[in-house]
């Protein structure tokens, strides 16, 4: 089966039937693999508590449209689709620093920081809540494979590095080890900006 075919798809440690979600938003199972990689498709899984422990909850989000996923040892028990989900407050802004970082990967040019929060906040967005902002994408990235866009991003501009925690998610992740400051960090730096130059740069579809 060719590898955009695949009915499970990874997203952290939890295995999407991509069949049963491409099913559920009306698309084509290879449509749903491909905007799942490129980031279109939004998860997130929590943990039940109290009565619901055991039970995992998957929450996907596409195109303004929310499906949420009961798992019990890894089977689905219950779906619902929400066809107007409003979006936390979070989610819009991650989602308008991932479409700024896709736009900036045009030209192969990183950004500032500092800059990147006034473009997308220009009545001031503190470069504390955009940190976080990138280090979502960064472990969203990871999960399910990508290019890290938060590559695209330079902390301090004597280093022309990303931000410290840029290299701790990735630390985190396995695809990391190294001082955030030191040469490993230069090397995985440009092998990252040259991937996410590389696949956003000219998207297909």
Do not use: C, W
Request: no cysteine.
């Amino acid at each position: 089966m060719p590898e955009d075919q695949r009915m499970d798809e990874p997203l952290g440690d939890v295995e999407i039937d991509a069949e049963f979600a491409a099913r559920a938003f009306g698309i084509p199972v290879a449509q749903f693999v491909v905007e799942l990689r490129r980031g279109n498709i939004h998860g997130l899984v929590e943990d039940g508590t109290g009565d619901d422990a055991g039970r995992r909850r998957l929450r996907l989000r596409y195109r303004g449209r929310e499906l949420r996923i009961i798992l019990e040892d890894g089977r689905i028990v219950q779906s619902t689709l929400d066809e107007n989900a409003p979006a936390p407050e979070k989610d819009i802004l991650t989602e308008r620093v991932r479409l700024a970082l896709k736009r900036r990967a045009g030209n192969g040019v990183p950004v500032g920081i500092a800059r990147l929060a006034s473009e997308i906040d220009p009545r001031g967005r503190k470069v504390s809540v955009i940190r976080q902002a990138l280090d979502d994408i960064t472990r969203a990235d990871a999960a399910a494979g990508r290019p890290l866009l938060a590559t695209l991003v330079i902390d301090d501009p004597h280093t022309e590095l990303p931000p410290e925690s840029f290299f701790g998610v990735a630390r985190d992740n396995g695809l990391f080890s190294g001082h955030p400051r030191g040469l490993e960090a230069y090397a995985f730096h440009a092998q990252q900006l040259r991937r996410a130059v590389s696949a956003y740069a000219h998207p297909q579809g």
